[in-house]
């Protein structure tokens, strides 16, 4: 019985297949179909795609009649509309056929045209004429509140002879007609006092809770309503107020490679030079954003602005192996610190409004967020500051000219202290929108870096500046400070289908006494990316390539036989925070590996660089370095509208390894760094940026040259984010 039930709907699909003008309610004939039949979803009704628009006008007066009641008959079916005040009407889902159309209104000639074909998008101009002695309606045929009609004209003495005309009737023509009155505001606009306190209505529709409109808000809901969002002036018109609290929890599980150290924590256990690399770090954030602004609407910029926002931080290391969390082994293979640090205090003022298009000039004084770029290739910091910045036609250009005096970085945090850092940075920049093709933006920038000499230790007790390799004084004085010069070109966006961002920079200048080189150095090094990316449907392909110089004149800057105008090749930022190549999904860009036994790294955190620096943050930079070429392949999956996926893979080499044969005093180091992978996952419980939370695991692979200068063990990490914003 069920085989037959099968076969009989079978049968039935199949003739409802071999019939589509039934299924469609049309006849099927012999003929081909034609290119102009529209396939539909069966069971669905079909889409009426003929319309009528046209005006009514008065012969006379050439100006549009409002209120003509317009009436298209068809098969006893009766569609109805009314000019509007410039007397057009529109018929739009009507079906193709013939109608008889009809147009009236009082004291004017009606028209009936019985046939008129309507077979697609047609027009129709209609011209009515007035009834000689008739006086228009006393009410506005549009119904607006308050419309008075002009006292009817007094009759006029003809100048002529008008056949039929009585002496009492006023002749015709427009003298007849009563215009309607343009009523005043008052009758239809009523002045509110608080536009932003507008009530909402009680509206209950589905009977139950839920993001519905007219819900009503609350101080401790984000998403909706609240005067601590500034969605209400704390007072005044223009004056609001916005509390914004970020919570940040980090954790991280990883391998690295680490020296077992004179005193290992198990002795017995570490006789090789290397020890047990597994570490866990966890790390919680809490940052309270609090901002008082004078402005408008969302499009018209602040005039006027106070934000401060504190940052607190508990953070846990975990290792196996002594001299890490601190150079005293004494502090053991654990590690608990905190710091409270002081992230945005600045003021914002408008200077002037430049055009009515919302282009304006601001200044912005006090400890500020800044990134230079669309990757953070070069600086992005929290420091103290004064920037200048502003937008010109109507915001397809924007720009920025700042001063930033550093101060000194919490270690184990990140997050700023109140000691001076003694470096100064100048940044120039523009955008401009649109700049080969629509939605291609490109940017122009200038920095320059002045790091003085100075002496520092962490807060774990390591010399970090000037970098502890090589030579760190001369002549008994301290001399290495930092005078670089960026020149740079980047862009972000799309030309068409295709996902471009490139970014490329020259940096020049000097150092005035590199620690490798053991001299002072020229600069002269350069940096080169590229991403290109295509998106098919839910899924992104992406492919992109960076390039930091090395330098392959170590030795004889070393040995000063380049003499006093010696160059040093290599090229290293201010302080950057890469966003490239795989980003969080990245072992080489996330985690820092140290170069063991010479106080330096080979790459730090949130950087792709290899500039043999000793800290990213507190250190200075270093020009004498071996450089990278990083080959990178990924693919980004949009999986649900809450959840997105991350695949990638990056192939590193170096440029030059004559820096790290000199420093390690081993020749021959092969250029392949390794194979760096990694996937991962990005969740938004609400599909907002209320709740992130993001979660991966990323390895390296060492290739021969890593391998020669470490070891070879595979390193890896397994990390997880979540972030929380009210």
């Not at 905190?338 to 430049?354: C, N, P, R, W």
């Not at 004149?553 to 201010?574: E, W, Y």
């Not at 795989?582 to 080979?602: K, N």
Request: proline share 7%; with cysteine; glycine share 10%.
């Amino acid at each position: 019985m069920k085989v037959m039930k099968a076969w009989i709907s079978r049968a039935a699909f199949l003739c409802l297949v071999a019939l589509p003008g039934v299924v469609s309610g049309q006849e099927t004939t012999g003929a081909p179909p034609t290119t102009t039949s529209v396939q539909r979803i069966p069971g669905h009704a079909p889409i009426n795609a003929a319309s009528l628009q046209g005006t009514v006008t008065d012969p006379q007066t050439k100006l549009g009649i409002p209120g003509v009641k317009i009436s298209l008959l068809r098969e006893g079916v009766v569609h109805e509309k009314f000019t509007d005040g410039e007397g057009i009407f529109r018929f739009i889902d009507l079906a193709p056929g013939t109608y008889e159309l009809k147009a009236e209104k009082q004291g004017f000639q009606a028209i009936d045209e019985p046939t008129l074909q309507i077979k697609g998008p047609e027009t129709k101009d209609l011209a009515l004429e007035p009834l000689a002695g008739e006086i228009m309606p006393s009410k506005g045929p549009s119904g607006v509140p308050g419309a008075v009609p002009s006292p009817p004209a007094p009759p006029a003495t003809p100048t002529g002879s008008y056949p039929g005309l009585r002496t009492d009737q006023a002749p015709p023509g427009p003298l007849a007609i009563a215009p309607e009155q343009v009523p005043p505001d008052s009758a239809n606009f009523m002045k509110d006092p608080d536009r932003w306190d507008a009530p909402m209505p009680a509206w209950n529709r589905y009977g139950k809770g839920g993001e519905f409109p007219y819900t009503k808000g609350h101080w401790y809901d984000p998403f909706n309503r609240s005067r601590l969002k500034g969605d209400y002036p704390v007072f005044g018109q223009q004056w609001f107020f916005d509390f914004t609290g970020t919570s940040i929890t980090g954790l991280d599980a990883r391998r690295l490679p680490v020296p077992s150290g004179v005193s290992a924590e198990q002795p017995g256990d570490s006789t090789g030079f290397f020890g047990r690399g597994e570490q866990g770090f966890a790390s919680q954030n809490f940052r309270l954003s609090f901002d008082l602004f004078e402005g408008d609407t969302s499009f018209r910029p602040i005039d006027f602005r106070l934000r401060f926002t504190p940052e607190f931080n508990l953070n846990f290391l975990q290792t196996r192996e002594r001299g890490i969390v601190n150079i005293d082994v004494r502090d053991g293979t654990n590690r608990f610190d905190s710091h409270t640090g002081i992230q945005e205090a600045f003021v914002e003022a408008k200077l002037h409004d430049l055009s009515p298009n919302f282009d304006f000039v601001s200044v912005r004084a006090g400890i500020q967020e800044f990134v230079s770029d669309f990757r953070g290739f070069i600086f992005a910091e929290e420091q103290p500051g004064i920037r200048l910045f502003g937008n010109l036609k109507s915001n397809r250009i924007s720009y920025n000219l700042a001063y930033f005096y550093f101060l000194e970085k919490n270690t184990n945090s990140g997050l700023n202290t109140f000691r001076q850092r003694h470096q100064q940075v100048y940044i120039g920049n523009v955008y401009i929108q649109d700049f080969f093709a629509k939605g291609y933006t490109t940017e122009f920038s200038f920095h320059y870096n002045r790091d003085d000499p100075t002496i520092h230790f962490d807060d774990n007790g390591f010399l970090v500046r000037p970098a502890p390799i090589g030579l760190v004084v001369d002549n008994g004085v301290l001399t290495h400070g930092i005078r670089a010069y960026y020149i740079g070109w980047a862009s972000n966006g799309h030309i068409k289908r295709l996902n471009v961002s490139h970014a490329f920079y020259q940096a020049l200048g000097h150092d005035t006494l590199n620690p490798i080189a053991g001299r002072r150095v020229n600069i002269d090094g350069r940096m080169g990316a590229l991403e290109l990316s295509v998106d098919k449907d839910w899924i992104r392909f992406r492919t992109s390539f960076f390039y930091a110089s090395g330098d392959p004149n170590i030795r004889s800057d070393a040995l000063g036989l380049g003499g006093r105008g010696s160059t040093a090749r290599g090229f290293d930022t201010i302080v950057d925070e890469t966003n490239f190549a795989g980003g969080a999904f990245s072992f080489f860009d996330q985690e820092g590996i140290r170069l063991t036994a010479t106080g330096v790294a080979l790459t730090n955190p949130g950087s792709l660089l290899v500039s043999l620096r000793s800290n990213k943050e507190e250190g200075q930079a270093n020009f004498v370095n071996p450089g990278i070429y990083i080959f990178n392949l990924g693919a980004d999956f949009n999986v649900t509208p809450k959840l997105k996926a991350f695949v990638n893979a990056n192939y590193l080499r170096f440029d030059r390894t004559e820096p790290l044969e000199l420093l390690l005093f081993q020749r021959g180091i092969q250029h392949s760094i390794g194979t760096d992978t990694g996937v991962g996952i990005q969740y938004r419980p609400p599909l907002t940026e209320n709740i992130v939370i993001t979660t991966g695991v990323s390895n390296l692979v060492p290739g021969v040259g890593f391998r020669e200068i470490l070891n070879g063990r595979v390193l890896i990490s397994a990390f997880s984010g979540i972030k929380l914003v009210f």
